[in-house]
């Protein structure tokens, strides 16, 4: 499987890089159900990105627990801040690594930049910052990625299982995920209704 590092490296930018993916009706894989996908990187080599609607029932408390970055008497006292950053589902592929998409006001050795604005980190520092309040401005935990070899994603695109839209960093944060699917199909100007009325018809 393609990672970002290794796409991002080669200097192409695919035409569905900063985009969303937004997932039709007839999605066979269960796991992209209703899915909005934010596509980090895409190149010849294949394609990386992050379902940002799904939610995830691990708390923040809980990683810092399992990073022993804090003990178990010292959980109570997180600051509800703290203990209310969002952390989603990321994709099926890697599910026990974390991945911090965030705005790029926050900067390590390690962070790589997605788009103009925002940056991808998956190293336990931001994770301590995050912690202390010392994070980026706006980000969000993900726990795996959604990844495409070379021209899957393409195929899949022609086989109307994806429509593709300019990606809206406000939705990426905003953290009413059950409203995502609808408000990223509202930014084509499309009702889901229309959708399914378009189901089984090419």
Not at 54 to 65: E, G, K
């Amino acid at each position: 499987m393609v990672d970002l590092q290794s796409l991002k490296s080669k200097g192409e930018r695919g035409f569905l890089d900063g985009q969303f993916l937004i997932a039709m009706p007839g999605m066979a894989d269960s796991n992209f159900a209703r899915a909005v996908v934010y596509i980090c990187a895409h190149s010849t080599d294949g394609a990386m990105g992050f379902i940002i609607n799904q939610p995830q029932r691990l708390s923040f408390v809980d990683i810092l627990l399992h990073l022993k970055l804090i003990g178990e008497d010292d959980a109570i006292m997180v600051p509800e801040t703290t203990r209310s950053f969002p952390i989603q589902k990321g994709g099926p592929v890697e599910t026990g690594r974390g991945f911090v998409l965030h705005s790029d006001d926050y900067l390590t050795q390690s962070s790589i930049p997605v788009s103009d604005e925002l940056c991808l980190t998956a190293t336990v520092d931001i994770i301590r910052a995050i912690s202390r309040g010392r994070g980026p401005s706006r980000a969000t935990l993900l726990l795996g990625y959604a990844g495409w070899s070379a021209g899957q994603l393409e195929s899949e695109i022609a086989a109307n299982g994806w429509l593709s839209c300019p990606a809206d960093e406000s939705l990426i944060f905003d953290r009413d995920l059950d409203g995502k699917y609808n408000r990223a199909l509202a930014l084509m100007g499309i009702h889901p209704a229309m959708l399914s009325m378009e189901v089984g018809h090419s």
